[in-house]
Structure formats: C-alpha cells, structure tokens
C-alpha cells in the first residue's frame, strides 16, 4: 500500500484527538504488512477502529492502519459455525452480518464500535456476554520473528478487560483475523437488567437475537455518546474489583453503592461510572474536555481537546475518587 507522511490521526481514533503521524500506511494481508515492515521508521503503532486509544502525542515513527477484511464461513457442524473474520473489519458490521444470517452469539455485543482486530485484545463485553464466549481463535503476526501465530482460547488468557496482549505480549503481535465459534441455535442472555427493561418497554412477546441486538442499540444510543459526534472511547477505566470485606465497609459508609459479584470468588465489582458520578464529575466539562453528562466512565472530547489534557482530567478523577473512596481506577483505554 502507499506510504503517506505527516498525516492527522483525528478521523482514525474515536476520540478525535488531532495528533500527527510522520509516516502512515495501510495494509489488507500478512503479506502486504511484512513488506510494509521492512521500511517502517520506528517506533510503530498499529491501528484498527482506533477505539480504545488516547493519543497523547505525534507518532514520530509509523503508523500502520489494519485493513484486513473478509467474513467467511469457515466450517460448520450441527451446533456451530465456525467464521473467520479480518482483523480489519468493521465489529458492529460483522455483528449485523452475523444477525442477517441466524449465526448467535454476538447480538449482545452490537454497536460496539473498533475494528475485529481490537476485539479480542481487551476481551470487550457487554450486557452479560464477553468475546471470549464465542471465541475459537485468532491468528497473529509476531513482530519478533515475522511469522504467524496462531492463538487458542487458552492461549489468550481473557480475563475482565483482559488478555495477554494487553500483558506480556503487548506490542508483540498484530492480529490478523478471529474465528469466531456461533451457535446455530441461540442462547438467549437477558439477564442484565437493563436489556430486560428495555425488551419489556418494547413489549417484545418472541425473543430474537435481533430483538436483543436493538434492544442493546437502543441502550447504547441512549446512554453512550456516538464518536461520530463526540469524541470518546467508551469506558475509559474499568470498573475496580475490591474484596467483599472492602465492599462492606464501603457500603456501610456509603449505602447506595452499585456492586455486583466479581470475577473471581470473594471479590465484588464496583460500578466505577457510580464512584464517579458520586465525586462529583458527572457532566463536567474543562474546555473541550469532559466527562459524558448520561454516562461518568466516559470521557469525551467535545471537539479540540488535546490527547494530554484527557488525560490529565483521568488523573484528577482518579485522585478524587481515591480521596473519597480509597479506590483506586485503572485506564481501560491504552494510553499512548
Ligand atoms: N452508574 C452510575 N452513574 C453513572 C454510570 C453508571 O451511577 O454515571 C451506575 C448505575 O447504577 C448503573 C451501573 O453503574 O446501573 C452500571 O452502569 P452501566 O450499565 O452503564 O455499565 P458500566 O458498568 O458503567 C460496563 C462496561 C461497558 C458496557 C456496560 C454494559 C466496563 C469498564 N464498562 O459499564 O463497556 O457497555 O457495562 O455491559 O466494564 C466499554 O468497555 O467501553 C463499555 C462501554
């Protein structure tokens, strides 16, 4: 693909942060990006959606756009099929692809936004289901070597927000597509209470894994700003998992507080959007820079804010909500 140089990076991330890449291409096979390696100034950073980043600063080295595309069906037995996906392709699209076909799976997971590529590296979920549920494996590019790898369920080590590329192997691979394992007949996840609130306000009678998959576009429409209109990268931590024994003194302290099971055993997850909202930044805006007004984990850019001053108001949240609840927020976005 051609190179370009000095090129903005504001309609390649969701923020819409006006950083500068000094050296920028695209690539659509493993093929295409070993070639384009071999003359890519470092330090490099691969992009696909350019959902869940912040960008900080100008890229004085390259920037390589992941194009990879195509949805195939790859295999199919009597429970499942078996589709593998580019890296580059679009994940809300392939979530409506998935609908228009009867494949399960991902209808919890629309309107999403970020490229297939980006999906496994922080396991994204929402409303009850987790990518890892419909995982079967993905194929990658090792930067170390130049060969390609390929990457079971185990081998990806999801957690809450998590996997290995996000841990010992950030930086090292670049996904080059996933296949995703879908059910042939769906298995229905309504037990968030807010997809159930909402398919009842609808007075659905049959559900469908389209009616969830508007259900869930009807949630996220409402409470989640739209990146084509203001900048954003949806949670921008995540919610902190305290042991129960802190849960209970907090709650004694502070009886409304929003908590549900943890991942793991003796553990609660904190509702982090309620911490925040509860210290005060709900709605708040410091020049282009704020805090969504419907939804406290979301930061937004409400058109030039810069990379750095996001960040900086990231900082201060997470002092006050340290201050007041001696809790601390990791970043879910990659900070770079
Ligand atoms: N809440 C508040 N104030 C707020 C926001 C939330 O009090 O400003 C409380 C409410 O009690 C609400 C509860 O927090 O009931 C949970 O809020 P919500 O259902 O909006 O979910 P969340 O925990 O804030 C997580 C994910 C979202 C995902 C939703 C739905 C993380 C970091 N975020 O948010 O994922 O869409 O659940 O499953 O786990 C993302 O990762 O970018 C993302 C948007």
Redesign the pocket.
């Known amino acids: 693909m051609r190179w370009s140089e000095n090129i903005s990076l504001k309609k390649y991330n969701t923020f819409g942060i006006d950083a500068t890449a000094r050296h920028f291409a695209g690539f659509t096979s493993a093929d295409d990006l070993a070639e384009l390696l071999i003359r890519a100034p470092q330090p490099l950073v691969v992009l696909g959606g350019g959902s869940n980043i912040l960008l900080t600063r100008d890229i004085e080295g390259t920037v390589l756009i992941n194009a990879i595309g195509g949805i195939d069906l790859v295999d199919e037995d009597d429970d499942y099929c078996y589709v593998k996906v580019g890296a580059g392709e679009d994940w809300h699209g392939f979530v409506e692809h998935c609908i228009s076909r009867d494949w399960a799976g991902v209808e919890n997971l629309s309107l999403i936004p970020g490229s297939v590529g980006a999906a496994p590296m922080q396991n994204?979920?929402?409303?009850g289901v987790e990518l890892k549920e419909v995982f079967h494996e993905l194929e990658a590019f090792d930067l170390q070597d130049g060969k390609v790898r390929m990457f079971t369920v185990n081998d990806c080590r999801f957690g809450y927000?998590d996997s290995i590329f996000k841990q010992e192997y950030k930086g090292r691979f670049i996904i080059l597509s996933v296949i995703f394992r879908l059910n042939r007949v769906p298995v229905y996840h309504t037990e968030?209470g807010?997809i159930r609130e909402e398919l009842e306000k609808s007075g659905i009678r049959e559900l469908s894994i389209r009616a969830i998959s508007e259900a869930v576009i009807r949630i996220r429409t409402a409470?989640?700003p739209d990146p084509k209109i203001i900048g954003n990268a949806?949670?921008f931590?995540?919610?902190p998992v305290v042991p129960n024994e802190q849960y209970a003194s907090l709650k004694a302290k502070f009886p409304e507080i929003?908590g549900y099971p943890g991942p793991v055993q003796s553990t609660t997850k904190l509702?982090?959007?309620?911490l925040?909202?509860q210290a005060g930044w709900?709605g708040y805006r410091r020049g282009d820079a704020g805090v969504h007004a419907k939804?406290?984990?979301v930061l937004v850019n409400y058109g030039h804010a810069t990379g750095r001053e996001i960040f900086d108001l990231s900082e201060e949240i997470q002092g006050s909500v340290q201050q007041k609840f001696g809790v601390s927020l990791e970043r879910?976005v990659n900070i770079i």
């Open positions: 994204i979920g929402a409303y927000r968030y807010a409470k989640l949806g949670s931590f995540k919610n929003v509702a982090a959007g309620w925040i909202e709900k939804q406290a984990l879910e």
